[in-house]
């Protein structure tokens, strides 16, 4: 369509959830209108409102008022905040009334300035094509295989792909495979899909990056009953996508892959799959995506007499549904996000909670995190125009690239180690004064929970009552050293011992064993894990490892993320990039494509040099982002939207096709 032509339905793009006629939902129930958007963000209704009018004299008058992160409006007059409302509500019922064309979507120098503002910070022009990709709700979605040259169906029949897990990233590889017409089944080891989310389900299990974002860009929740949903909600969505897209039909559940095996010959993997009743199987494809996450298996801490423990023990992720903590003592060991899940939400029912810490995290309060979203919120977020894409985009700030600056390592910063730059120093001093607030002055608290380490160096955490419950008088936050554990409970290095009814292990997992337990073998033989070696994942992109041809890693080295970020925007980035990978092989006449040498150590060396200038390589601090060796294998160095523009322009020149 000519964008000066567009009406207000071809703004709403298909998010899978309502389909509703826009124009008919408007003007069916004005006063609906009205008082919902009472109840969502003005700062949010005002860009949508300078895009649908093209009256940029708004964004002068709104500028100062907007600053981050979160809830911008806030900080809105609120005349400023009526007269955005209301112009918004007669500019959509004028709209709906009169059909009549709506400005093209700004591109360029007009988007920027409405990004900056969106966010009160000035945003670089690298976001404007990515969020052009947002707002123009071009079907089909860029994101997705748009074929050049379809392929014919029996040669698309003939390349059938293995996909190995269901999970977030499983299921999203499902959906595009499928809208593309290449045939593929899933392995999951589970009985259901959701991958983390399913397994997990410890008291107090949710999300710390908001639903609104942390959601897939084409299958947007308008109905998060909170900005920050719990364990439930968020595996009841992935069974939504799941079956909203019918990919259920296309797994194999409670199934695991033992190995995958390549032959250069045919261009064949061989899937050797083990269900949960022992019997094998073989099953042939022409490519393998591995969807298996990294946070999967449990790490259970080497501490002497560990097995010796007489009461309950049991890790966050392998939660025992039946298990009753009230009146039990309780000791935790594991401060991290698990573990600040888990503290606060049990504290209130058990005799005696004792939390063993071995370093602190540092915690950062959110106005939105324990709060319902309103109706009218959720009216604005499924009927208003462009509003989804534009909140999304603030929250993609506030959660990812606009905390990026506050990664990077000043050389000419030096405060003893506290921080790394000016900016990290501010964080820092901000969540200093938050926790002394909520300690006081004075509380023998403040000392082992503040850590000495710079903010970023270990996930932030958002206060889930962390500090209230420390207070608590049935609650004990121990930072001595752990000696051994024995059948009462746990002895520490001074000698005293804690006794426990249940220990629970908040201790995280093996995360630097990608892949494994399954054998995979690529051209001639070559063994992943041996290239590898033992903690030491490497890939293009994150995802091709060379000599490894049609073979795929979701979520694999390097495309994490502990600064916040959305781990589903990583992962459609991937899988755009294995589309295009598929793309060239089914439309042409190669039969595989492999990363070149050069491409994935080009790679990694870039990836290197820019974590040795980024917080988790800061002197003395220990996370799980790196390997015995000290390289930083876990995580993403980039900004999403360099990630998002690299996985978006295939390199040709970086690919061998056979
Ligand atoms: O695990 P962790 P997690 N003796 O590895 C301690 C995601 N996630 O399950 O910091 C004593 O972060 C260890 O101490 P230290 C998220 O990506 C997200 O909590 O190493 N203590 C640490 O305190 C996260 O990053 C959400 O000194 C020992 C804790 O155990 C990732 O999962 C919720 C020990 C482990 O923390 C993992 O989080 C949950 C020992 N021997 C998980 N060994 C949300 O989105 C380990 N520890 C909210």
């Not at 095996?261 to 490519?287: I, N």
């Not at 910063?413 to 501010?426: P, V």
């Not at 005293?496 to 990608?514: C, H, N, P, W």
């Amino acid at each position: 369509m000519f964008p000066g032509s567009m009406g207000l339905d071809a703004l709403k793009r298909d998010d899978g959830k309502s389909s509703a006629n826009l124009l008919d939902v408007l003007s069916a129930d004005p006063a609906k209108l009205r008082a919902s958007l009472e109840e969502a963000d003005a700062a949010t209704l005002m860009l949508v409102l300078v895009q649908i009018t093209g009256d940029r004299s708004l964004l002068a008058r709104a500028r100062p008022h907007i600053s981050g992160p979160m809830n911008y409006h806030e900080k809105m007059p609120v005349e400023l905040r009526s007269e955005i409302r209301m112009r918004l509500a007669d500019a959509l019922l004028d709209h709906a009334r009169t059909g009549k064309a709506l400005p093209p979507i700004p591109d360029g120098e007009d988007l920027r300035e409405m990004l900056s503002i969106a966010v009160g910070e000035d945003v670089s022009a690298d976001y404007v094509s990515m969020m052009r990709e947002d707002l123009e709700a071009i079907q089909p979605d860029p994101r997705g295989l748009n074929w050049r040259h379809e392929p014919a169906p029996e040669k698309l029949a003939a390349f059938p792909v293995v996909i190995i897990g269901a999970g977030m990233s499983g299921v999203c590889a499902g959906i595009r495979l499928k809208e593309a017409g290449i045939p593929f089944s899933i392995i999951e080891k589970n009985s259901a899909v959701g991958g983390s989310w399913y397994e997990n389900f410890y008291p107090g299990c949710g999300v710390d990056t908001p639903n609104h974002f942390y959601s897939y860009s084409f299958f947007l929740n308008h109905d998060w009953s909170h900005f920050f949903a719990k364990r439930d909600e968020l595996w009841s969505y992935f069974e939504d996508a799941t079956d909203r897209y019918a990919i259920r039909e296309h797994i194999q559940f409670e199934t695991e892959v033992v190995s995958a095996d390549y032959d250069d010959a045919s261009a064949t993997w061989t899937v050797t799959t083990r269900t949960s009743d022992g019997r094998t199987e073989q099953l042939s494809a022409k490519s393998v995506i591995s969807a298996v996450g990294v946070l999967n298996r449990p790490k259970l801490p080497d501490i002497p007499g560990r097995d010796t423990f007489a009461g309950v023990a049991l890790h966050t992720a392998q939660w025992d549904a039946g298990l009753d903590l009230s009146g039990k003592t309780v000791v935790m060991i594991g401060t991290g996000a698990s573990g600040q899940q888990v503290g606060p939400t049990i504290a209130p029912d058990v005799a005696q909670l004792t939390i063993l810490q071995r370093s602190p995290h540092w915690v950062v309060p959110n106005p939105n995190y324990f709060a319902e979203v309103s109706d009218g919120m959720k009216w604005a977020l499924a009927h208003i125009p462009s509003f989804a894409r534009w909140y999304r985009f603030q929250l993609f700030w506030a959660f990812a690239d606009g905390l990026h600056a506050s990664l990077q390592v000043d050389p000419t910063w030096d405060d003893g180690g506290k921080s790394i730059s000016q900016i990290n120093a501010r964080h820092r001093l901000y969540m200093e004064r938050y926790l002394r607030a909520k300690l006081g002055e004075d509380s023998p608290l403040i000392e082992k929970v503040t850590p000495s380490y710079p903010p970023y160096g270990k996930r932030i955490l958002i206060d889930n009552n962390w500090f209230d419950m420390l207070q608590r008088p049935n609650v004990e936050l121990v930072t001595d050293q752990i000696a051994k554990i024995v059948p009462e409970g746990v002895v520490m290095a001074d000698g005293r011992t804690i006794e426990a009814d249940v220990l629970i292990y908040a201790t995280g997992f093996q995360a630097s064993k990608m892949l494994a337990p399954m054998k995979i073998t690529g051209k001639q033989g070559r063994d992943l894990h041996q290239f590898w070696g033992p903690d030491d994942a490497t890939a293009y992109l994150g995802t091709m490892v060379p000599e490894f041809p049609n073979f795929f890693i979701l979520m694999g080295p390097n495309t994490g993320l502990a600064h916040g970020g959305n781990v589903i925007f990583i992962t459609e980035c991937q899988v755009r990039l294995i589309l295009a990978c598929l793309q060239e092989v089914l439309e042409g006449d190669a039969k595989a494509i492999d990363v070149r040498h050069k491409a994935h150590d080009d790679y990694v060396a870039e990836v290197d040099a820019l974590h040795a200038n980024m917080v988790w390589t800061h002197k003395g601090l220990t996370n799980w982002y790196r390997n015995d060796a000290g390289r930083v294998f876990a995580l993403l160095p980039y900004r999403l939207v360099d990630y998002w523009k690299m996985t978006k322009d295939f390199r040709r020149e970086d690919f061998l096709l056979s």
